[in-house]
Every structure is written in structure tokens, then in C-alpha cells.
């Protein structure tokens, strides 16, 4: 049943406690600083499923949490198989019915469902627009029927080349205009950029598809998140290349992702003296 309110006029209390999962250091920022800007500072963070269960369970005895965010690909516990626990009561009996978001960077069809099957009750695309998650949090923590309208995040192909190095703009507006958490953002993933593209051609060596993939979804998500949108798209091409245990492709393309993971540090650096 939907409350009748305009939800402009509705705020969160100061005491709502988040859940945020979520195993790459770039995202984790992004969405703290979102959630900050909209006034929610009490935010925990798993780095994967197995972790949310034991906060959920240590939870109980402190302050139970409002909400759950939850990434999709993570590795020992992903969030499908999370949620599905979570539900089967494994991380305390209380906290079976709360309501849990997907953060997702593949809004197909099919990742929809497979979100709602595993017992998520919404979902996100990443990267996360600081309105539609407010939205989105409201909806759940206060039961509102809020904004029916479709996950609009989602782009045409276009080609790369015509995509930006970096669009610092597109980054601003999703993290409220806030520069200094952008300048925070920046740097953790300068910090782990190179760490995970090393893991990614590791993986690549040994022809392990799995890390493979999730290594390239976690480029593609921390660097969508930052406005690398040339190299977030690529990225993309890469995960699509392992899904498909194409191996072959993967290792004739890495040498230009190494490329563009260096121009995009340039500019990136660049940004970051001058700021």
C-alpha cells in the first residue's frame, strides 16, 4: 500500500544503518559518498557475502540494519548466493524479510530476474545515479510506491573511440557535485587500477575464464563509476569475451586495455596535481 507523501518531504533518520556489499575499493567509495550527500552516514561495508552474513548476525545485538546494497559479482560469496541465505535465515532470523538492492552493471533482462529470483527485492545499475538510489531507498526503508519508470541507465552502443578518456562531468553530477569526494575517488582507483589489471592478465595466463570475468566486470564497474567511460566500455568488451570462454580474443585485446588504462591514468593524475 503506497503513502500518499511527496517525498521530497521525507528524510532519513540519522540512525539509519546500511549494509553496503561490496568487494572493489573504488565502488565502495562512490557509494558512501552517495549516501552521505543524501544524509545517511552510517554505512558498513562487507567486502563479499560471507561477510554480510556475519554483520548481519552481529547486527542483532547492536543496531539492526534498515537495508541492504548488494553487488552481484563478488568472489567466496556472491550476491545472488547472499541473498539466498539471507532469506534461508543464515544471517539471524530477524533479518530475513529485509529488503535488499541490487547494484548491478549488467541491467539485462535476465540479470533482472535472476536478481528477483535469488530474493533481492530491487535492483540499481551501476554507476549508481545519487537521485534514483534516494529514490530507490526511500521506496524500501519507508514502503513507498514511488517512480515505476524503467531503469534508464541503460546506453546504446557506441563506438569507442568517440567515448571519452574521462568525463569528469558525468562523475560530478552523479556524486552531487561534490568535488572532494571525486578527488577521493580518483585516487583509490588510481590506487588499484594497475593491481587489478596485474590479476586480469594473470588470469588470462593461466586461462582461468572465471577470474577472468571478474576481473574485467570489476574494471568495467570502478571505472564507469570514476567517468572512464573509454575504458569502462572495453572492459565490457572483455567480460563479454570471458562469458563466452573466449580466450583467444581476450589475449589479442589485452595489450590495447593496457593502453588505455595508461591514458586514462594520465588524465587522471593530471586532475589530481592540479586540483
Known amino acids: 500500500h503506497s503513502l500518499d507523501v511527496n517525498q521530497k518531504e521525507i528524510s532519513f533518520n540519522k540512525e539509519t544503518r546500511i549494509l553496503l556489499v561490496e568487494d572493489n575499493v573504488t565502488n565502495q567509495i562512490v557509494a558512501k559518498g552517495i549516501l552521505e550527500s543524501i544524509g545517511l552516514d552510517m554505512v558498513d561495508i562487507a567486502n563479499d557475502g560471507l561477510e554480510a552474513l556475519q554483520s548481519l548476525k552481529k547486527s542483532l545485538k547492536t543496531m539492526p540494519y534498515k537495508i541492504i546494497l548488494m553487488d552481484c559479482m563478488m568472489p567466496n560469496m556472491d550476491g545472488y548466493e547472499a541473498s539466498t541465505a539471507i532469506r534461508n535465515g543464515k544471517g539471524g532470523i530477524e533479518n530475513k524479510d529485509i529488503p535488499i538492492i541490487a547494484m548491478t552493471a549488467n541491467a539485462m533482462q535476465g540479470d533482472r530476474d535472476k536478481c528477483i529470483l535469488s530474493g533481492m527485492n530491487d535492483y540499481i545499475s551501476k554507476p549508481i ?18 517512480d515505476k519508470s524503467e531503469n534508464k541507465n541503460h546506453k546504446g552502443t557506441v563506438e569507442l573511440s568517440k567515448l571519452p578518456l574521462w568525463d569528469k ?8 557535485n561534490k568535488e572532494t569526494i571525486v578527488k577521493k575517488v580518483v585516487q583509490a582507483f588510481l590506487l588499484d587500477i594497475d593491481n587489478t589489471f596485474e590479476k586480469l592478465n594473470e588470469s588470462v595466463k593461466n586461462n ?20 572512464a567511460l573509454r575504458l569502462s566500455e572495453f572492459a565490457l568488451k572483455i567480460e563479454h569475451f570471458a562469458q563466452n570462454k573466449d580466450m583467444e580474443n581476450i589475449k589479442k585485446n589485452l595489450p590495447e586495455m593496457k593502453d588505455i588504462i595508461k591514458e586514462t591514468k594520465d588524465i587522471l593524475e593530471r586532475y589530481i596535481k592540479l586540483s
Request: proline share 0%; glycine share 4%; charged share 30%.
Open 169 to 176: 562531468n558525468d562523475v560530478l553530477k552523479r556524486l552531487s
Open 208 to 227: 582461468d575464464v572465471e577470474t577472468s570475468q571478474r576481473e574485467a566486470h570489476s574494471i568495467k564497474g570502478s571505472s564507469s563509476n570514476i567517468g
Open 129 to 146: 545515479d545519487s537521485v534514483q538510489l534516494e529514490n530507490l531507498l526511500k521506496k524500501w526503508i519507508f514502503n513507498l510506491d514511488t
